[in-house]
């Protein structure tokens, strides 16, 4: 990928640019299986490989400039970088970011200066899906809120691509992206991503992974795997919108889902009444509180999907203690795998894959499948 910020240093984001793809994804591959050989993986696959450009289903770009010359992106060394352009995002998503720039200059929306701590505007967050768009704007109070609802109608029908719309207050002086009000201004409130035929959804602070494509390969593994599995019971405990139990149900499995994010469980129950199983249930609470609640079940499966920091301790030890039959985890930090592995030691790998899902960084997602090896039950 050739990069004209990365090349003139104005954004160094993509630190692996200057590596060739397939190195890499060597790299990246013999970084997993160095740091897994201690746990003896029976199976080690192949990676899965992302597009190089156009890949990235999210932008978050700070508003900086003027009113005059608004300009989305980030700042470095001291000087605002407009990102519009970035390879990461498809051509319609740069053209979106394009609109939207203008669009700011039209309502004379003021940029917020970190510096002298006055304007409005400090983001955008757009998240992209088959060309429609979810678009969230943070402002620093509701003062130039009414700018925005009054140009609503004109705003979509100038750009129909937005289908879902909304404002966001973050008051504080601070690098904190989003605050706790939102307001919603179109009559759709959840934006749908459907993958594999399954129907998704997110609103605000909904976790949902940047790179679509390698997402709905990751969710079809997982899925895969189950399938030869004898699993009639899961966990999916972090489980954000529902994606990987969602791919997982069957009408004869029952999922019990648990994420801490209201919204993100709103979604994931509406996919639910969608797709017509009632064996489902998604609550929203914490995921190491839920588990200790439940001291007399013992789920077949306990799919996990935890932030960067991994289970924890405590959730980790719990999970030891239950004993299910199989543990799905997802990570996207290798090394706060490894660190729950090590609390795991009943569990044997049975195989895991690595899912580059974001090319050009030292970052990848890791699919791994355990197996109690005091368990009595065989595979299918």
């Known amino acids: 990928m050739i990069c004209s910020y990365y090349n003139s240093h104005q954004c160094r984001s993509c630190s692996w640019l200057e590596k060739p793809y397939a190195r890499q994804i060597h790299d990246k591959q ?18 899965i490989m992302s597009e190089q450009v156009a890949f990235r289903n999210k932008a978050k770009m700070a508003v900086l400039g003027t009113v005059e010359k608004p300009i989305l992106g980030i700042m470095t060394d001291g000087n605002a970088v407009d990102l519009c352009d970035c390879p990461l995002y498809s051509p319609v998503m740069r053209s979106t970011l394009y609109q939207l720039r203008t669009l700011i200059k039209q309502l004379q929306l003021v940029p917020y200066n970190i ?34 609802t009054h140009a609503l109608a004109e705003i979509q029908q100038n750009m129909p691509q937005l289908i879902v719309i909304s404002i966001n207050i973050q008051p504080e002086h601070s690098a904190v992206l989003e605050g706790p009000q939102e307001f919603i201004l179109t009559q759709q409130q959840q934006f749908p991503i459907t993958m594999n035929n399954i129907p998704l959804f997110i609103q605000k602070g909904s976790f949902f992974q940047t790179n679509t494509a390698v997402a709905s390969q990751l969710y079809a593994t997982a899925k895969q795997w189950l399938d030869s599995l004898n699993v009639n019971a899961i966990w999916d405990l972090f ?37 017509d199983y009632n064996k489902i249930s998604f609550q929203s609470l914490d995921a190491a509180k839920f ?21 924890g301790q405590a959730l980790a030890d719990y999970l030891h203690q239950m004993s299910s039959q199989y543990i799905l985890y997802s990570s996207c930090n290798l090394d706060s795998l490894v660190a729950d592995l090590k609390v795991l030691t009943q569990y044997q790998i049975q195989c895991v894959q690595l ?22 039950k065989d595979i299918k």
């Open 30 to 47: 013999a970084m997993l299986s160095q740091k897994l050989n201690e746990f003896n993986p029976e199976v080690i696959l192949d990676p």
């Open 115 to 148: 510096r002298k701590k006055k304007g409005e505007i400090k983001f955008i967050i757009l998240t992209e899906a088959k060309g429609q768009f979810m678009l969230r704007i943070v402002l620093r109070s509701e003062k130039e809120q009414s700018k925005i």
């Open 239 to 275: 489980c954000g919108v529902g994606g990987f139990g969602l791919h997982c149900i069957t009408a004869q499995r029952q999922l019990t889902g648990i994420e801490i994010n209201q919204e993100a469980i709103a979604c994931a129950k509406l996919s639910a009444r969608l797709m």
């Open 291 to 311: 588990a200790y609640s439940q001291p007399n079940s013992q789920p077949d499966l306990v799919l996990v999907n935890p932030p960067r920091r991994g289970l």
């Open 355 to 376: 899912f580059d899902m974001f090319p050009h960084t030292e970052h990848m997602e890791i699919l791994v499948l355990l197996k109690n090896t005091q368990y009595n």
